[in-house]
C-alpha cells in the first residue's frame, strides 16, 4: 500500500531563517507530487507540482521553491523566511499521468515569528 | 488554484439531522471530488463523480452533479459527532494535472 510522509509536524521559526520541508511517498513510482499552503480556516493554494525529477511548477511567485531530487522526495524550502510564510503545509500525490484522487500527508504547521 | 465556490461556509445542525454542502466550479471538468479534513490534519478523499454521472453513493454520503448548472452537493445522511469536519470539493479537467479547489464547509455536528 501507499503511504505519504512529512516532517517535521510543526516547526517554528525566526522571520530570515531558512526552510526546509520534506516529503516522502512510499508504495508507488512516479507520482505527480504537489505542495500546498492553508492559511487558518481557508481553502488550499497551490504552491509547486512535479511530474517527475527536476520537473517543478510554481503556481504563486513568492520567496518559496521547491525541488524533487528523487522520483519519491519532495522539498519546500526558503532561503529566507517571511511573517507572511506561516501557515499549514499539505504534500500530495496523485499517480503518475491520473486525474483522479490525490493522497494527502499530515501537514506541516508552520509558524514564522 | 481556488477557482471554486462552496456554501454553505460553516453549518451547524444536530447529530442525526442531514447535511447538504454544495459546490460551483466555472470550467468545464472531467471529475469533480470530494475531501475531509479534520482540523489540523491532511484532507481524506471521500467521493469522485464523473462529468457523465448524476449522483453516486458510498455509505452515507450522496453527491450529485449537474454539469448544466455547474454545481455539486454532498449530503451526509444521519450525521454524527464524528463527521465534524471541514469539506472541500474540487474539480478536474481533463488535460490538468491540477486540482481547482473550493474555500470548503466547516461542518459541525452537535451532539
Known amino acids: 500500500s501507499q503511504t505519504i510522509h512529512q516532517w517535521p509536524a510543526t516547526l517554528v521559526q525566526p522571520v530570515g531563517s531558512p526552510l526546509s520541508l520534506e516529503c516522502t511517498v512510499e508504495?508507488?513510482?512516479?507520482?505527480?507530487l504537489y505542495w500546498y499552503r492553508q492559511a487558518a480556516g481557508r481553502g488550499l493554494q497551490l504552491l509547486f507540482y512535479?511530474?517527475?525529477?527536476?520537473?517543478i511548477s510554481s503556481e504563486v511567485p513568492q520567496n518559496l521553491s521547491a525541488s524533487r531530487p528523487q522520483d519519491r522526495q519532495f522539498i519546500l524550502s526558503s532561503k529566507k523566511l517571511l511573517l507572511s510564510d506561516s501557515g499549514f503545509y499539505l504534500c500530495a500525490w496523485r499517480r503518475g499521468g491520473s486525474i483522479r484522487e490525490q493522497f494527502f500527508g499530515p501537514g506541516t504547521r508552520l509558524t514564522v515569528l | 488554484s481556488q477557482q471554486g465556490e462552496e456554501d454553505p461556509q460553516a453549518l451547524s445542525i444536530q447529530e442525526g439531522e442531514n447535511a447538504t454542502m454544495n459546490c460551483s466550479y466555472k470550467t468545464s471538468i472531467n471529475n469533480l471530488q470530494w475531501y475531509r479534513q479534520n482540523s489540523g490534519r491532511g484532507l481524506v478523499h471521500l467521493i469522485l463523480?464523473?462529468?457523465n454521472e448524476r449522483e453516486k453513493h458510498s455509505g452515507r454520503l450522496r453527491v450529485t452533479l449537474d454539469t448544466s448548472k455547474k454545481s455539486s452537493s454532498l449530503l451526509i445522511t444521519a450525521s454524527r459527532a464524528a463527521d465534524t469536519a471541514s469539506y472541500f470539493c474540487a474539480s478536474n479537467s481533463d488535460s490538468n494535472y491540477q486540482l481547482i479547489w473550493g474555500a470548503g464547509t466547516k461542518l459541525i455536528i452537535k451532539p
Open positions: 508504495g508507488t513510482s512516479n507520482p505527480n
Open positions: 512535479s511530474v517527475g525529477i527536476g520537473q
Open positions: 463523480i464523473r462529468s
